[in-house]
């Protein structure tokens, strides 16, 4: 089983629309969780970080559940602009803290 | 502020060159780097953690004889795909991180394109 698992996608869906992403990891050892956000063929970029409280930022809200090992990420008001890989990302709060990235789930926002 | 460079973007070699990426956090000192590799329609795949002045450490299925990695100073690691064949073609991608700068958030280069021929 993958540590970090997403659908891939892609999903389509139009201007405005609201659109959630899920991802399940598999370690229930102490970690960190994040969002990032990566355009074809660049580098991937920190989009916001996820705790259990939940947190928002814009027009997206990213969940996490402890108890089930499930993260989410909800997005507003979908702007063309939001079109790219949304990539689900794990941190080990101990040892070396390198980061585990699910394989993206890809959106693509249609005029 | 918390930029890091790869150099070059893009290159294309022919099979059995040797191919030298370079990483540079311009304007922090980066206490680790990662490189990680991306394949097409994959994720990012760590490759090795390598801190200033050690040995780096490989993940298990990447062979340290092959890609090899310098981190000689707090600014610059430097991975070497020796002898390079078709199948390591991919997006090399390093990343830096510092204990001084945000919270220990890991800062990613643009990604170095690699075509073995």
């Known amino acids: 089983r993958k540590e970090v698992e997403q659908d891939p996608g892609p999903f389509n869906v139009p201007e405005g629309a609201t659109v959630a992403f899920n991802c399940t990891y598999s370690?229930?050892?102490?970690?960190?969780f994040f969002w990032y956000r990566q355009d074809c063929r660049k580098e991937p970029k920190l989009l916001m970080s996820?705790?259990?409280s939940g947190n928002e930022d814009g027009r997206f809200t990213a969940q996490l559940n402890r108890a089930s090992q499930y993260i989410s990420l909800l997005i507003r008001d979908s702007k063309l602009s939001d079109s790219a890989t949304y990539l689900c990302?794990?941190?080990?709060?101990?040892?070396?803290?390198?980061?585990?990235f699910g394989s993206g789930t890809r959106l693509q926002v249609q005029p | 502020g918390a930029v890091v460079s790869q150099h070059p973007s893009r290159v294309i070699c022919k099979s059995g060159t040797s191919v030298k990426i370079e990483c540079r956090s311009l304007?922090?000192?980066?206490?680790?780097m990662f490189w990680y590799r991306q394949f097409p329609k994959q994720s990012l795949m760590l490759m090795a953690t390598?801190?200033?002045?050690?040995?780096?450490?490989?993940e298990q299925g990447v062979e340290k004889d092959k890609f090899l990695i310098n981190h000689a100073s707090l600014t610059l690691s430097t991975l070497t795909v020796t002898s390079a064949h078709p199948e390591d073609s991919s997006f090399y991608i390093c990343?830096?991180?510092?204990?001084?700068?945000?919270?220990?958030?890991?800062?990613f280069g643009p990604g170095t394109r690699l075509t073995v021929l």
């Open positions: 990343s830096a991180r510092s204990l001084a700068v945000r919270g220990n958030e890991q800062f």
């Open positions: 370690n229930s050892a102490s970690q960190s």
């Open positions: 996820v705790y259990s």
């Open positions: 990302v794990v941190k080990p709060d101990t040892g070396r803290r390198a980061l585990t």
């Open positions: 304007d922090f000192q980066a206490t680790t």
């Open positions: 390598s801190n200033e002045g050690s040995k780096a450490t490989y």
